[in-house]
């Protein structure tokens, strides 16, 4: 199997952090989704041709449908044919990854959270495929550690978006601001925007508590992998409400003794495996009938 670590080395630091604490062979998995992911994100937020990168993924999307997905996942090609994320899985990443191409700011919290499942629950249920999960229930606790993570990046990155005339605040949420509002923000669109932000973040923060759920439930050594990942990229959201952080200020992250600091906690912490708890059905009252949302 090729290693892409590199990949996330790169693009993804603190999954690349959370590595550390798992088996090669079982790292190398992840590598693979994480790179899959991020090539197909990169040709969607890097085209200059909006046109041409369409043309691309309805690509994909057709040979995937015409049960050709080698030909364009390389990035599984060392892993066992049973243990490849499932095609319908896939074809949601790349709808997701199609949206952007045709952006459209949501309209309130449910367009937002089915655009969050496509682009990063269905990530979740890459992860279960290929390493072997595919408990139902299980596998609802993992589409919300997506879920979380997306909230996450999405209300990290508001005024990078922007500048790429992209708005994932729901209108309902922001009193409908455009993005001139985004890009040079008066002191009252800042407390708008802020104040929908900072009710994002505390909405990950349910969705971090389910995927723990799941979480909690996998052998220790993974367990204790996405644990970490899931403790530092929730701690980002934290330190945005803890500093009062404006939303137009620089990119927020964790430095290294901030991780280290969550990463000794979360070691010093974690729970021995109890009984999976009851999915709560409100997380994906948004999710109609998308694979494995159902509740």
């Known amino acids: 199997m090729s290693n892409y670590s590199n990949v996330m080395q790169k693009h993804g630091k603190t999954f690349f952090w959370a590595s550390w604490f798992l088996d090669k062979p079982t790292a190398n998995k992840l590598f693979a989704v994480y790179a899959l992911c991020r090539r197909l994100d990169d040709l969607v937020d890097t085209s200059n041709q909006s046109s041409k990168a369409k043309e691309e993924i ?7 449908n015409n049960n050709r997905p ?6 599984f090609k060392g ?40 682009v990063a629950g269905v990530v979740g249920l890459m992860i279960c495929d290929v390493l072997d999960i595919h408990d139902a229930k299980l596998r609802y606790f993992a589409i919300d550690f997506g879920i979380a993570m997306q909230l996450t990046n999405i209300c990290r990155d508001i005024k990078e978006d922007a500048q790429i005339g992209r708005i994932y605040l729901p209108k309902s949420e922001t009193a409908s601001l455009g993005l001139n509002n985004y890009k040079d923000p008066s002191k009252t669109d800042m407390m708008i925007i802020n104040g929908a932000r900072d009710k994002l973040i505390k909405l990950a923060d349910q969705y971090y508590q389910s995927g723990l759920y799941g979480i909690n439930q996998l052998p220790k050594k993974i367990k204790r992998s996405f644990m970490v990942a899931s403790n530092i990229y929730q701690g980002i959201g934290h330190k945005i409400i803890q500093k009062k952080y404006s ?3 620089q990119r ?5 003794y901030e991780k280290l600091n969550l990463t000794v906690k979360t070691l010093l912490k974690l ?8 999915h709560e059905k409100k997380l994906h009252a948004s999710l109609g009938n998308l ?4 509740v």
């Open 247 to 249: 939303f137009n200020e």
């Open 291 to 294: 694979p494995d949302a159902n």
């Open 79 to 118: 892993i066992d044919l049973n243990l490849h994320p499932k095609q319908n899985i896939i074809n949601q990443f790349l709808k997701g990854q199609f949206s952007d191409l045709e952006f459209k700011q949501p309209t309130d919290l449910s367009q937002l959270l089915k655009y969050c499942y496509r």
């Open 58 to 64: 309805s690509k994909i999307i057709s040979l995937t």
């Open 70 to 75: 080698k030909e364009n996942f390389a990035e």
């Open 271 to 278: 729970s021995k495996v109890v009984d999976l708890p009851l």
């Open 252 to 256: 927020v992250f964790l430095n290294k």
